[in-house]
């Protein structure tokens, strides 16, 4: 089946009229009335045939997805409602498949939205034309332009946050596939004198705050600039911030967009270089300073911001500042200086601000133009976008309105040739006859400006070139004398009596009909802006700059090139720019797009009648409808028309097989429109009046309702009756499967009765069988029982009569062998000697003992001394000898062990062995000395420097140094000492000090007392009446008591020659002075721990108390 086409058109559900060209009646009114109706449903296109309308909607409306690119995607004109995609597709389609260059004219006023139009139609065309990475970066760096350009290009005004200031043309160039190569821009007059000046509430080029805000500090440092806005001159205040513009992020989409068109690292840098220099010019300030001749001079303020212009530019400081101070003339070969005054250097420095920005901006072009030049020499085909300001009709109109205007003025001029010329020419291609359309040529208006003789700019530029003393008056002087006449000059002053008593038109005013309306220029500054006059001393010190980039923006500063004729002014730049875009887009087939500003206040949803009014005006878009009336309002190929109206006449309806020109004429002459309401041309119907149209459109309204009530009908019978049907069938096979339903469970019945029966019988008949067989075997079992018992009856007496047989012959055998013995025996008896059982009985012993040391050989234990392991005793006798071998084995492996010892090993084992013999089971802190190893010096005396002095004190061989507490007689209390045993003497020094307290000499130790218990506390007795008794006995604690003490002991041996007491008690006495203490030593709580405490009782009684 062929699939459905649903073919639509733009008047389905149309709100409002979608095309202008139908508006009924045609005036203002109805004219605002259906833009409002449109605008307030969200529609905020609408075409004059096939211009389009567009409102601003200060709003992103869902109308720009990629589902809606796809929708308007290869469909025709007028078959969807209206869009700016339906015209980018249609420009974009005739240029791939009729191969006929385009051009898009968007104009309107400033925040129309012609920018944002601009960028919808490149990125609808982007959309649909070729896929592929070289396609897709080409693309990519075309848009990626943008950005760039609106960063310095545009700005915050009071009417749009991103004022585009200036005019854009851009030629995208296309293979014949439609795929895109490359592109041009070129760029119209910059307002350059933003730089230097905003109007209030408004900002400078976007890039100025961009840079402050996004670049990072160390960026902001290279090009010597500081974040805070405030520090420059040239950055108008009030409004330094826009709500919803973040510039820093701003930045580095600019950054990267830079990236992607393809500068250059060192590139970007320059041209930030250049803003910042920009920036810092506004900063230099002058003063005047009087000299000799009367005259003023003026002198930079301070020079620090000109160092860091210099620095950054690679300008030598003094030529610039020269070049701020003077002024050279050159005539012939004659060289005039003259110094400038304070304005004059400022009015040098703005001009130079604003010469170095938009030859900048202009360089932008050039260099984006190269990236994105066509890199094939193929034939192109070419889309041109036109994004240019619109009209502009201010309170105080000046130059730059002043070429606005024109450039609009030449551009309606295109719009009527072009739009006449497709109209005229469509007639005739469509066999029509040519009837002559009224409307107003403005072909008048661009002659008074440009005309080469007599017209404004021509007047304007002799006027700059004239000797002598030139000002704006003299040149409104002239103006008015040279077009006094001209219909659409007026002038107050001009010999043209028709205004003299015209008040609204001042006398330094000049005004201008133009075809959008009537507009008044100030004649201020329109000498002084089309000179354009930058001083040649300061191109020349911007030539010299070693900055590559600033040096080639002043080529004419090269002194080998000097050229002495003037620059060409503004005006004749700019015209020249417009005619060559004029030449440019007549060769193109315009589309139009024309922007409307809804209201003033950049809001959504406010739809001011008054300014859309003046607009439409201004705009000429009554003229525009008029112009696309006047012969035939409507126009459609026979195809679509048929499709749309063949419901309206039986021959047509459904189907009309024939030519769709006859079956039109045949469905028109049934409607009985009247004959001059329509014409036949070659492929389309022409329809006069819109009218016509609409009753079409009615009919056909009626008829489709007509129509839909009849296929309504038709679809309800048709379901009506399929619904009938299916119950129909639906029923029968119900039926069938209830009766065999049925039948199953009948027939299921009857076979289940029969299986009881048969199973019935079948159970008698086996049990029956059952019955007989258990009887046979019942008989059988018994007939086995009887042969078992009689068999086994046989099998035991057969057994004994064996078992009788056997033990008879046993017997035999028996008393056979005794017999046997006893006479081997007798016999043997005469042949054995007397001693040979006891020499038996030691060989036996002899084999015995062999093979017992044999076997403990093999089963020797470890040479460990501590190994306890012993084979186990082999037979008793050996007892004895088992226990003595080893003891034996025991000391040799000890003598083993002990040979193996050094003599300091011996030594420490000797003393080990003291300390065994002095203490064990004597006294309970003993087992936990045994693992420790003796060390004696736990201090190291000679070698710590701390105990430097009491080394010094001591010349013998320390023994035993270590701290020990020293038992306060008076408290208890413990006071730590040092304690040296040396070969002679026992020492206590301070342990901080390192002071020996007391020396006592081993002669007169008499004893040493401690308890049996867990402590270290120890006394020692003094003998009476040496000197060192004088204080007292020792009474002392340590953790090595018992080292301590085997030691002393050791000691006093080898040096006495006599054993050392030493009294092991839980009580004894000590000697304290005069008295003698009791210090007992009592089982104690656990709440210190493991440390003993030692109490004064009294004055006898020293209690310690251990855990
Ligand atoms: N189709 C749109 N959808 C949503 N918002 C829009 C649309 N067109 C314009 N705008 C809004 O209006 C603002 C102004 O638009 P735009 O910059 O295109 O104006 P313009 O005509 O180029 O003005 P100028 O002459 O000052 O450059 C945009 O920043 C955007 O916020
Ligand atoms: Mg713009």
Known sequence: MAKMEVKTSLLDDMIGVGDMVLLEPLNEDSFINNLKKRFDHNEVYTYIGSVVISINPYRSLPIYTPEKVEEYRNRNFYELSPHIFALSDEAYRSLRDQDKDQCILITGESGAGKTEASKLVMSYVAAVCGKGAEVNQVKEQLLQSNPVLEAFGNAKTVR???????????????????????????????????????????????????????????????????????????????????????????????????????????????????????????????????????????????????????????????????????????????????TLNVAQAYYARDALAKNLYSRLFSWLVTRINESIKAQTKVRKKVMGVLDIYGFEIFEDNSFEQFIINYCN??????????????????YIREGIEWTHIEYFNNAIICDLIENNQTGILAMLDEECLRPGTVTDDTFLEKLNQVCATHQHFESRMSKCSRFLNDTSLPHSCFRIQHYAGKVMYQVEGFVDKNNDLLYRDLSQAMWK????????????????????????????????????????????????????????????????????????????????????????????????????????????????????????????????????????????????????????????????EDLATLIEKIYRGWKCRTHFLLMKKCQIVIASWYRRYSQQKKY?????????????????????????????????????????????????????????????????????AFWLGHKVRREYRKFFRANAGRKIYEFTLQRLMQKYFLEMKNKMPSLSPIDKNWPARPYLFLDSTHKELKRIFHLWRCKKYRDQFTDQQKLIYEEKLEASELFKDKKALYPASVGQPFQGAYLEISENPKYKKLKDAVDEKIIIAEVVNKINRANGKAASRIF????????????????????????????????????????????????????????????????????????????????????????????????????????????????????????????????
């Open 160 to 338: 749009n946050d991103n004022s585009s200031r200036f005019g854009k043309y851009m030629d995208i160039e296309f293979d014949f596939k439609g795929d895109p190569l490359g592109g041009v821009i070129s760029n119209y007059l910059l307002e350059k004198s933003r730089v230097v000046k905003q109007p209030r509430g408004e900002r400078n080029f976007h890039i100025f705050y961009q840079i402050l805000s996004g670049a990072s500090e160390e960026f902001l440092c290279k090009l010597k600039l500081e974040r805070d806005f405030s520090r420059y001159n040239y950055l108008g205040l009030d409004s330094a911030r826009v709500n919803g513009v973040d510039d820093a992020s701003n930045f580095r989409t600019v950054r990267n967009a830079m990236q992607i068109v393809g500068f250059m690292d060192h590139e970007t840098q320059s041209v930030f270089e250049v803003v910042a220099a920009v920036l810092k010019l506004g900063n230099i300030e002058f003063k005047p300073e009087s000299r000799a001749n009367g005259l003023d001079e003026s002198k930079i303020k301070d020079k620090n911001e000109l160092k860091e212009i210099c620095e950054l530019t690679g300008i030598d400081q003094s030529v610039l500042e020269r070049a701020f101070s003077f002024r050279t003339v050159e005539a012939k070969q004659e060289k005039v200086s003259t």
């Open 409 to 426: 003025e030449k551009l309606q001029q295109i719009f009527i040739e072009l739009t006449l010329k497709e109209e005229q020419e469509e």
């Open 980 to 1107: 040296l045993l040396t070969k002679n003497n026992v020492l206590l020094a301070d342990q901080k000090s390192g002071t020996i307290k007391s020396e006592v000499p081993l002669g007169d130790v008499t004893k040493v007392s401690m308890s049996s218990q867990n402590d270290g506390f120890f006394a020692v007795h003094l003998k009476e009446g040496s000197e060192a008794a004088s204080k007292g006995d020792f009474l002392l604690s340590s953790d090595h008591l018992i080292e301590m003490a085997t030691k002393l002991y050791r000691t006093t041996l080898s040096q006495t020659k006599q054993k050392l007491n030493i009294e092991i008690s839980d009580e004894f006495l000590v000697q304290f002075k005069q008295d003698k203490v009791c210090v007992k030593f009592i089982q104690g709580s656990q709440k210190n721990g493991n440390i003993p405490t030692c109490k004064r009782k009294n004055n006898r009684l020293l209690e310690v108390a251990v855990p």
């Open 545 to 704: 700059a070693n900055h590559s980039l600033i040096k080639a923006l002043f080529p004419e500063g090269n002194p080998a090139k000097i050229n002495l004729k003037r620059p060409p002014t503004a005006g004749s730049q700019f015209k020249a720019s417009v005619a060559t875009l004029m030449k440019n887009l007549q060769t193109k087939n315009p589309n139009y797009i024309r922007c409307i500003k809804p209201n003033d206040k950049k809001a959504a949803h406010i739809f001011n009648e008054a300014l859309v009014c003046h607009q439409i005006r201004y705009l000429g878009l009554l003229e525009n409808v008029r112009v696309r009336r006047a012969g035939y309002a409507f126009r459609q190929p026979y195809e679509p028309c048929l499709e749309r109206y063949k419901m309206l006449c039986k021959q047509t309806w459904p189907h009309w097989r024939g030519p769709a020109r006859a079956g039109v004429e045949v469905l028109f002459n049934e409607l009985g429109i009247p004959e001059e309401e329509f014409s036949f041309g070659r492929s389309k119907i022409f329809i006069r009046n819109p009218r016509t149209l609409f009753k079409l459109e009615d009919l056909r309204k009626q008829r489709l």
């Open 748 to 816: 299921q019945k009857i076979k289940s009765s029969a299986i009881t029966v048969q199973s019935y019988i079948r159970g008698w008949k086996a049990r029956k069988l059952l019955r007989e067989l258990k009887h046979l075997k019942r008989c059988n079992e018994a007939a086995t029982v009887i042969a078992a018992y009689w068999h086994g009856t046989q099998a035991r007496r057969e057994l004994r009569r064996l078992k009788d047989e056997a033990r008879n012959k046993h017997a035999i055998a028996v008393i056979w």
